[in-house]
């Protein structure tokens, strides 16, 4: 079956750099979340997409912007990257009409230096 | 605002032993609950989630769980653990379907032969 899928797998980026994030949801899901995994920590939402608009909204840094795409794919965009912004992003996708459960994708892990 | 707390962060156990992971929540409203593995260097991997019906939900590799409204609990169980079930474990709870979900802190359980 189809998963969540997410590009890259890893990041190396330098401080105050910028960097995309993408991420390909489960077909015909409709629901796209965010999600940031520092080290050893629990994931903590970011921001959510349904149907292309913005749904709900976590504690996503103002430095950090998101947008759902046409095709539903999404991506998030970080600027001015700091050290902390070091972490695994996950994306996951869902949809009311299988559940509702969320499907992760592997992971990007961002280092910042 | 909704919560959750895993009340162990490490759980030692032997292979083939029993073994139990807790979950507390709070919540002003109805729930959904979720429990998600995250093998090393993996992304979340649902186990098993309960939305209504029956409190007591089974999911995979053995796994269960049980929903008390009273005690505001959704604890997972296992009869007999793997070497292969070491890994960290993630309690959720959402508000509704397509809304964001709030994780625990984890619980890494470690089987030892």
């Known amino acids: 079956a189809a998963g969540v899928i997410q590009s890259p797998r890893h990041l190396i980026k330098e401080k105050r750099e910028t960097a995309t994030l993408k991420c390909y949801p489960i077909p015909r899901h409709d629901t796209v979340y965010w999600y940031q995994q520092g080290p050893g920590q629990d994931p903590q939402f970011l921001i959510s997409?349904?149907?292309?608009?913005?749904?709900d909204k976590g504690s996503i840094p103002d430095r950090f912007s998101a947008q759902q795409f046409s095709d539903y794919h999404s991506e998030l965009n970080m600027s001015s990257l700091e050290l902390g912004d070091s972490a695994l992003y996950f994306c996951?996708?869902?949809?009311?009409?299988?559940?509702?459960?969320?499907?992760f994708g592997p992971g990007t892990r961002l280092t910042v230096t | 605002a909704q919560s959750v707390t895993q009340l162990d962060s490490q759980v030692p156990v032997f292979e083939e032993a029993p073994v139990e992971l807790r979950c507390n929540y709070s919540?002003?409203?109805?729930?959904?609950l979720f429990w998600y593995v995250q093998y090393p260097n993996q992304g979340l991997q649902l186990l098993l989630k309960?939305?209504?019906?029956?409190?007591l939900v089974k999911g995979i590799n053995g796994f269960e769980a049980e929903f008390n409204k009273s005690q505001t609990s959704f604890h997972l169980r296992k009869p007999s653990v793997h070497i292969s079930d070491t890994a960290e474990y993630f309690c959720?709870?959402?508000?509704?379907?397509?809304?964001?979900?709030?994780f625990g802190k984890g619980t890494r359980l470690s089987v030892i032969a």
């Open positions: 919540s002003s409203v109805s729930v959904y």
């Open positions: 959720a709870v959402s508000e509704s379907g397509n809304t964001p979900l709030v």
């Open positions: 997409f349904y149907e292309k608009m913005q749904s």
């Open positions: 309960y939305l209504s019906g029956s409190t």
């Open positions: 996951a996708s869902s949809s009311g009409s299988w559940g509702y459960e969320q499907y």
